[in-house]
């Protein structure tokens, strides 16, 4: 094993392209990674539409808590999950509480005036504000030790092809909406560098494979086998693009997928590869930051998959006395919920690349909400479930809060990375600080 004083001298004697950097970047026996600050993770997933909140709500507090038949996918992490009741988006002003639960969930500041009209008599425009997970990714990227390629990378499945607050969730800052990738062969050209075609994608993860291949002698044996395991990925992701190659022709629309078309029906295939290209990314120190962005803010996905043919936001919209669309909310929640575990999952299998463990206790997964009950359209009690050891919470609990704003969760995971912000988003809405009782 080689020792390389600094990086440019290594990139010039192993002759490695850049495409293949941030991996190699990560492996702790080439000793640029930085052991002695651990990696901190933040991955925030939306599903929109609100809960059933006596299947979604724990009934106890503390450890001693049963998990409602909603959250029953996530038993086997019970002890490294968090739930959090009581939390509530106070953000008022323009647009209706779609809008404002959308485009004010991460943010936690008011729409501007707008002209997109929603079912408020006030219609809006974007927030006034970035939202928290750019905030997160900002400070690290300022931070030397833990810079990023990407930063941050915004991942979706089945999001509209239309930008307006009900579609945006992630901004960079004032009237600076970012758009989720819902494509996953998009998102693989963009993490793996921006090509035209199928044939540069294949020349750029032939690079890929080289380079792995230069650097195996100078790694250690766990680092060689990391190296095995990414050479692996890159080929199986290479051989699924080249078989799903379409004549583009007769296909002119870019939104178009070339595998697994990016329709209503596919929705369960593409969050798995959604999925596992985020969890490849974190291996691969692309970013520390990710946002998973399931439809939108009156989704309207038929979920037939799970044999629900109705509208995921017309059943929302039907009372609680109507227990058959209880019934399917119940499912279509828990159907999001296993999304979730298989996330988590998938962070749990997957070894720690410059460290002990695994992603998982690195990583803070995030599973939330825009509305905290579909028919009453409330913006209180809105969803937070909290797995993983990123922001070394004490998980393992159920918290209920009294009507605390949301601001306030936001500021505690800026403080879990380091940031001490005094206020975010909204500043009055932040009195009282970091939410009590995490750590």
């Known amino acids: 094993m080689v020792q390389r004083q600094t990086r440019r001298t290594f990139i010039r004697e192993a002759g490695v392209t850049t495409a293949t950097l941030p991996f190699i970047w990560n492996l702790a026996s080439l000793g640029f990674a930085k052991p002695n600050r651990r990696k901190q993770r933040l991955i925030i997933m939306f599903?929109?539409?609100?809960?059933?909140p006596t299947q979604f709500w724990p009934k106890e507090q503390g450890t001693a808590f049963q998990l409602p038949p909603i959250l029953s996918p996530l038993e086997p992490f019970k002890d490294r999950t968090l739930v959090l009741n009581g939390i509530c988006n106070k953000v008022r002003g323009d647009g209706d509480s779609h809008m404002r639960g959308m485009s004010c969930l991460l943010t936690g500041i008011?729409?501007?005036?707008?002209n997109i009209q929603?079912?408020?008599?006030?219609?809006?425009?974007?927030?006034?504000?970035?939202?928290?997970d750019q905030e997160i990714k900002n400070y690290f990227q300022d931070r030397a030790d833990t810079q990023t390629r990407f930063g941050s990378l915004e991942f979706g499945v089945a999001v509209p092809h239309r930008a307006d607050p009900w579609t945006r969730m992630v901004y960079?800052?004032?009237?600076?909406p970012l758009v989720p990738i819902d494509d996953p062969y998009q998102m693989l050209r963009h993490m793996?560098?921006?090509?035209?075609?199928?044939?540069?994608?294949?020349?750029v993860l032939d690079d890929v494979c080289k380079d792995l291949k230069k650097i195996r002698t100078m790694v250690s044996a766990e680092d060689r086998k990391l190296l095995e395991e990414h050479e692996t990925f890159v080929r199986e992701m290479e051989k699924e693009l080249q078989a799903s190659q379409i004549d583009s022709s007769k296909f002119p629309t870019p939104f178009l997928d070339k595998g697994v078309k990016n329709v209503n029906d596919n929705i369960p295939k593409l969050s798995r590869m959604q999925i596992d290209l985020l969890v490849n990314g974190l291996v691969c120190d692309f970013m520390r930051v990710a946002t998973l962005q399931y439809?939108?803010?009156v989704g309207s996905s038929h979920m037939r998959w799970i044999g629900i043919d109705e509208s995921h936001h017309e059943l929302s919209h039907h009372p609680d006395s109507n227990k058959?669309?209880?019934?399917?909310?119940?499912?279509?929640?828990?159907?999001?919920?296993?999304?979730?575990?298989?996330l988590v999952q998938k962070l749990a299998d997957t070894p720690e690349p410059d460290g002990d463990g695994c992603l998982l206790d690195n990583t803070t997964v995030i599973w939330t909400n825009e509305l905290g009950k579909g028919n009453s359209h409330t913006l209180n009690n809105i969803p937070f479930v909290l797995v993983g050891g990123g922001?070394?919470?004490?998980m393992g609990r159920s918290l209920r809060y009294k009507n605390i704003a949301h601001n306030r969760l936001h500021l505690s995971l800026a403080h879990a990375v380091g940031h001490r912000l005094k206020t975010f988003g909204k500043p009055k809405l932040c009195d009282g600080g970091v939410l009590p009782d995490l750590v």
Request: charged share 15%; glycine share 12%.
């Open 47 to 52: 599903s929109p539409n609100g809960v059933v």
């Open 110 to 114: 008011e729409l501007f005036p707008g």
């Open 118 to 132: 929603g079912g408020s008599h006030t219609p809006a425009g974007w927030p006034r504000g970035l939202s928290i």
């Open 172 to 176: 960079a800052g004032p009237n600076k």
């Open 192 to 203: 793996y560098g921006q090509v035209q075609d199928q044939k540069s994608l294949k020349i």
């Open 295 to 297: 439809t939108n803010s």
């Open 324 to 342: 058959e669309s209880q019934k399917m909310l119940t499912k279509i929640n828990t159907w999001f919920c296993e999304q979730l575990t298989y």
């Open 391 to 394: 922001m070394r919470f004490r």
